[in-house]
């Protein structure tokens, strides 16, 4: 089979060109949910933008490359979304941009980690200290691990504010109560007294949200701020980041695995394979158009409302071992469309659209050529 004929039949295995993407749901299953009511604007102010970022950790096994020459941009007013499965590198790569890898035994590298003008890998902590929390903040997977057991919840929310904008106890105990508001949480000057352990789980994450966001960030990382939650807190989380961020224009990167959660929210992807962003592309393009094999198969393993006695199609095989990873494609061991180049080299960038971009040698316009050298070699 030629490299022609193998996209080919990549493309016509795709999922299927009239299924409705507003009918996946934030289970991850495929049903009807409601569009998004909030209008938001994305502009083409790029706020983010991560060139060529490796984070590995010595550890005595040796050397994990846990995150490999990962590269995406953000704009303002805009949700991207990282995916992948577990042990991808995605929240690696958060905390890489949040400067929480602690070094040693963590070691970071990179052409640019620039947030706006300022490179954040050149920063001293010092430095970074003034950004952690109110130029960038972050919303861990457990809220009840997040917050302080012995700390009132109002005083959790006032330290941030109080620190970052010199604002008085009376100033940002109001301020705090406003947050409370705009994350739905009833009576606040009352709830404002009350410890962690008083709030259900679902509660508990609007109050983590509520400290992300005091401070007025331009940039929000939400790690799989669902995880955690039943899937009736989980609609009603989602709704309010629609709601937030059409209220303040924040910009979102959302770590997750749930393609639920991906569907409903995110204006682009970046799906993550073994420490690499390997597809990129706006959400219909990954939906209905992917294109690297990895991101079909991540696809096609979601069970599917709309297929009566339908077979799920796991992935075979196991991620590459990432203290030793391949020199080629990472996927190519368990890639039905493997290729003798796809295991020796690793592939440049193809870009499909202006938005949708694979690193699959199944796009490259050079794989052809490469195929029929092979076989004149052998």
């Known amino acids: 089979m030629t490299g022609k004929q193998i996209a080919e039949e990549l493309a016509r295995t795709r999922l299927e060109d009239g299924a409705d993407l507003d009918a996946v749901d934030h289970t991850g299953k495929r049903g009807k949910v409601v569009k998004p009511k909030k209008h938001k604007t994305v502009t083409d102010e790029r706020i983010l933008s991560v060139q060529d970022l490796h984070v590995t950790f010595n550890t005595y096994g ?7 020459g990962v590269n995406f941009d953000l704009y303002k007013g805009e949700t991207l979304a990282i995916v992948g499965e577990s042990g991808c590198g995605k929240s690696v790569t958060s905390n890489a941009i949040m400067g929480l890898i602690q070094q040693p035994p963590g070691k970071i590298s990179s052409k640019g980690v620039h947030f706006k003008t300022r490179d954040l890998t050149k920063l001293s902590k010092k430095e970074m200290r003034k950004i952690q929390g109110v ?4 919303i861990f997977q457990d809220p009840m691990t997040a917050l302080n057991p012995t700390l009132t919840i109002g005083e959790q929310l006032t330290e941030g504010v109080k620190q970052h904008k010199n604002l008085g106890k009376a100033e940002a105990k109001e301020r705090a109560i406003d947050m409370l508001k705009l994350v739905g949480i009833p009576n606040p000057e009352e709830r404002l007294k009350q410890y962690p352990h008083q709030f259900s789980g679902g509660m508990r994450q609007r109050i983590v949200i509520a400290i992300a966001l005091i401070c007025e960030p331009e940039l929000l990382i939400a790690d799989e701020p669902t995880t955690a939650l039943d899937v009736t807190i989980q609609a009603q989380i989602l709704e309010l980041f629609e709601e937030i961020q059409s209220k303040t224009g924040v910009s979102i990167i959302l770590i997750t695995h749930d393609l639920g959660v991906v569907a409903k929210i995110a204006d682009r992807i970046a799906v993550m394979y073994a420490g690499k962003v390997i597809e990129t592309g706006d959400k219909r393009e990954i939906f ?6 990895y991101t079909k198969g991540l696809l096609n393993s979601v069970p599917r409302l709309d297929l009566a006695g339908g077979e799920l199609k796991p992935i075979d095989g196991t991620p590459p071992d990432l203290f030793a990873p391949p020199t080629g494609c990472p996927f190519a061991a368990r890639c039905p469309f493997s290729m003798d180049v796809c295991t020796n080299v690793y592939p440049e960038v193809t870009a499909l659209s202006g938005t949708h971009k694979v690193d699959c040698w199944l796009q490259d316009p050079r794989a052809q050529k490469l195929i029929e050298e092979q076989a004149f070699a052998r």
Do not use: E, L
Request: aromatic share 6%.
């Open 62 to 68: 040796g050397t994990v490359q846990a995150v490999r």
């Open 288 to 293: 209905y158009n992917p294109q690297h094999p």
């Open 135 to 138: 130029d960038i903040s972050m």
